[in-house]
């Protein structure tokens, strides 16, 4: 039984939601998403309230009813307020800057580093060790973050890279702890 399928979903004031089938497009203030979901499943919604049922209890309906109801939720909570993921820069040297749309990346290396951003993606600098990551969909703000970490991802012996705000980074004593 899924109970995150069983959840309504609760569509807030200035967010429209429009159902064509498995086709669901919702439209807010800060944008619009749009995807497809699994045909079996049944999409409702009335007096801002949207729900997704299942016709059977197979396993693949199950699991795809539970999956569905949360993707539905994050289209209309990103339309609405919006998803952000923070990271941090640890290391002598190490400081970003933002160029327009681009970050320029001091990561260590011999040369500098850029990463631009996908459309949908807004980053913000608010000192020269930190990254905002923000934007609508939460795959793709969970994605940009992920490969942005990825250009120096944290080593485990000074905890030097980048690395999520609040994330924890299991250290090493080195060659010192013998």
């Known amino acids: 039984m899924s109970r995150i399928g069983n959840k309504p979903v609760q569509i807030p004031a200035g967010v429209e939601v429009a159902v064509n089938g498995t086709h669901v497009a919702v439209k807010g203030p800060k944008g619009t998403l749009e995807n497809d979901f699994y045909s079996k499943l049944t999409i409702s919604v009335e007096d801002n309230v949207l729900t997704v049922s299942r016709p059977d209890d197979e396993r693949e309906t199950r699991a795809m009813h539970g999956l569905t109801r949360a993707l539905i939720h994050n289209m209309v909570v990103g339309v609405s307020e919006g998803f952000q993921k923070q990271l941090e820069l640890a ?13 320029d990346l001091s990561l260590g290396y011999s040369h500098p580093v850029t990463y631009d951003a996908p459309e949908g993606i807004t980053f913000e600098v608010p000192d020269n060790t930190h990254i905002n990551v923000k934007g609508i969909s939460k795959q793709q703000v969970g994605q940009v973050a992920a490969e942005i ?5 944290p080593e485990p012996y000074k905890g030097k890279g980048i690395h999520y705000v609040g994330e924890h980074i299991r250290r090493k ?6």
């Open 91 to 103: 290391g002598v040297g190490y400081r970003v800057a933002l160029k327009g749309n681009t970050l």
């Open 149 to 153: 970490r990825s250009k120096r991802p």
């Open 173 to 178: 004593l080195g060659k010192a702890a013998k």
